[in-house]
């Protein structure tokens, strides 16, 4: 039976004799397998032979729906186009997507230019359905559109801290006050389960906007109502969708600036400005009302 020490001599001897047997397994392996390359990532001396596995197209199976709003956000070969009723959807651009304004096509050689997709663009897309979601066939956008949308993108730091010095004032001037002089009240209105706005809606708002716009500290605070048709989490969906919708529309159609927009609210079948047992009183329950307001302490400068 042989004995083996445990004292620091004997692993110093064990560590010496170790080194020569490896290295000779290591000489036959190498013997052995003479084209296998070192497993070391940063060997100089590796060579990789081979290509990298290509991604299969994704597979279209017809057209898919029309999208239109704004691009919220990119990542990639993705965007993300936020709708007039605050649902967004995430389309996927290819290299065959066209990509066109209204004064011809930004691309060359059938390739478009991704730079032209900017945050905030209004955009309308074609789509189609594929088994990787909604792929982009062509995205159009107004000449106008992309102007401001570049303008945004590429603004000078001068222009940005010129809007945050002034929203800054005006949050310091409001900070501290609660109460508030309803100076107008506008309503647009809604069919039954839907959020669309009206051209009527649509021009009531521009007014407002620009009538509200030359009282340099007046907000808006935008409100969702709905009738009492329906359960109290549905009408509360609605509600919030129907403020969603103006406040996109005032926002990006009206040029009403956000730091001036309180935070929306829906408030579902509260608050009712007329009888929910008839169609008439119900029809002017569906609405969204657009409060213009100044703060008492600052009313009349």
């Known amino acids: 039976m042989g004995v083996i020490s445990k004292g620091p001599g004997a692993f110093a001897l064990l560590a010496m004799l170790a080194v020569p047997v490896n290295s000779a397994l290591a000489q036959d392996q190498a013997q052995e397998q003479p084209s296998q390359q070192s497993a070391d990532p940063r060997d100089p001396n590796i060579i990789v032979n081979g290509e990298r596995p290509v991604e299969a197209p994704p597979v279209t199976t017809g057209p ?17 186009v ?12 290819t290299d065959a997507t066209r990509v066109r304004s209204g004064g011809g096509l930004f691309s060359s050689g059938g390739k478009f230019d991704r730079t032209a997709l900017l945050n905030g663009l209004p955009v309308t897309i074609k789509t189609l359905n594929s088994d990787a979601g909604l792929i982009a066939n062509q995205i159009t956008f107004r000449n106008g559109d992309l102007k401001t949308a570049n ?3 590429n603004g000078t730091n001068q222009r940005f801290d010129e809007q945050s010095a002034a929203t800054e004032a ?32 649509k021009a009531d ?3 407002t906007a620009s009538t509200a716009d030359a009282t340099s500290n007046a907000l808006m605070l935008v409100v969702g109502y709905t009738d009492s048709v329906g359960s109290d ?24 600036k956000p730091y001036r927009m309180l935070t929306p609210t829906g408030m579902a079948k509260a608050d009712p400005l007329a ?6 009183g119900k029809a002017q329950n569906r609405r969204v009302s657009v409060n213009v307001l100044v703060s008492k302490g600052l009313d009349g400068l």
Not at 64 to 75: C, L, W, Y
Not at 82 to 93: E, F, K, L, S
């Open 205 to 207: 708002l521009c007014t």
């Open 82 to 93: 936020t709708g007039a009723d605050g649902n967004p959807a995430i389309i996927t651009v």
């Open 64 to 80: 898919g729906p029309e999208i239109k709003g704004v691009i919220s956000a990119r990542n990639g070969n993705r965007i993300k």
């Open 233 to 256: 989490d549905y009408n509360q969906t609605l509600s919030e969708k129907r403020a969603g919708s103006v406040i996109n529309f005032l926002q990006q159609a009206c040029h009403w």
């Open 151 to 153: 303008m945004i993108h």
């Open 170 to 201: 005006l949050r310091g001037r409001m900070g501290d006050i609660d109460k508030y002089n309803i100076k107008s009240t506008t309503n647009v209105y809604f069919d039954t389960g839907k959020w669309a706005l009206s051209l009527k809606a």
């Open 275 to 280: 009888s929910n047992d008839t169609p008439e």
